[in-house]
T-cell receptor
Framework: SQQGEEDPQALSIQEGENATMNCSYKTSINNLQWYRQNSGRGLVHLIL?????REKHSGRLRVTLDTSKKSSSLLITASRAADTASYFCATDANDYKLSFGAGTTVTVRA | KAGVTQTPRYLIKTRGQQVTLSCSPISGHRSVSWYQQTPGQGLQFLFEYFSETQRNKGNFPGRFSGRQFSNSRSEMNVSTLELGDSALYLCASSLSLAKNIQYFGAGTRLSVL
């Protein structure tokens, strides 16, 4: 089973709106990463947040981490058509590899 | 720096055949990991190579194998293809550990008929 589970599975928003997706995981982690995947392409690393951090920003992205609830959220502000993609969280709970969630598919409507 | 390069991008094979996929990591990256991505199972870890040695392996049958060369380029091989092997195969490289930030290639789309 997946270590990380994203919620919702799919999200459709209007251009300019904010998009929020969540990731829950099962075991303790050192860090959590978010990746983006455009249709049928490879994943692109967006942001890494360490277990001792609560919030991190990168451009229009804001990531929060709550280790007590074993959850993280990714907020994309002022969405654009180019943000249409699938977003995955990945955790390093396993000591040798990243475990990816099933992803949230975001569609930004013009 | 050039990114991770995977070849070929698309492949069509028939059941029972074998296939070899290639991955060239970012220059200086010594860890190469392979993943299988399918709509039903998501992103599944296949194996990781580091300095020409398989360091870790996921839960896949022995039909899936790989290797890494001295220049860090990696190949993965799937023998006796099954319909269920149809997937997007992704290669990712990182500086040292597979659990660190991964840099992905565009993937090889394999269709087994």
């Amino acid at each position: 089973s997946q270590q990380g589970e994203e919620d919702p599975q799919a999200l459709s928003i209007q251009e300019g709106e904010n998009a929020t997706m969540n990731c829950s995981y099962k075991t303790s982690i050192n860090n959590l990463q978010w990746y983006r995947q455009n249709s049928g392409r490879g994943l692109v690393h967006l942001i890494l947040i360490r277990s001792n951090e609560r919030e991190k920003h990168s451009g229009r992205l804001r990531v929060t981490l709550d280790t007590s609830k074993k959850s993280s959220s990714l907020l994309i502000t002022a969405s654009r058509a180019a943000d249409t993609a699938s977003y995955f969280c990945a955790t390093d709970a396993n000591d040798y590899k990243l475990s990816f969630g099933a992803g949230t598919t975001v569609t930004v409507r013009a | 720096k050039a990114g991770v390069t995977q070849t070929p991008r698309y492949l069509i094979k028939t059941r029972g055949q074998q296939v070899t996929l290639s991955c060239s990591p970012i220059s200086g990256h010594r860890s190469v990991s392979w993943y299988q991505q399918t709509p039903g199972q998501g992103l599944q870890f296949l194996f990781e190579y580091f300095s020409e040695t398989q360091r870790n392996k996921g839960n896949f049958p022995g039909r899936f194998s790989g290797r890494q060369f001295s220049n860090s380029r990696s190949e993965m091989n799937v023998s006796t293809l099954e319909l269920g092997d149809s997937a997007l195969y992704l290669c990712a490289s990182s500086l040292s550990l597979a659990k660190n930030i991964q840099y992905f290639g565009a993937g090889t789309r394999l269709s087994v008929l």
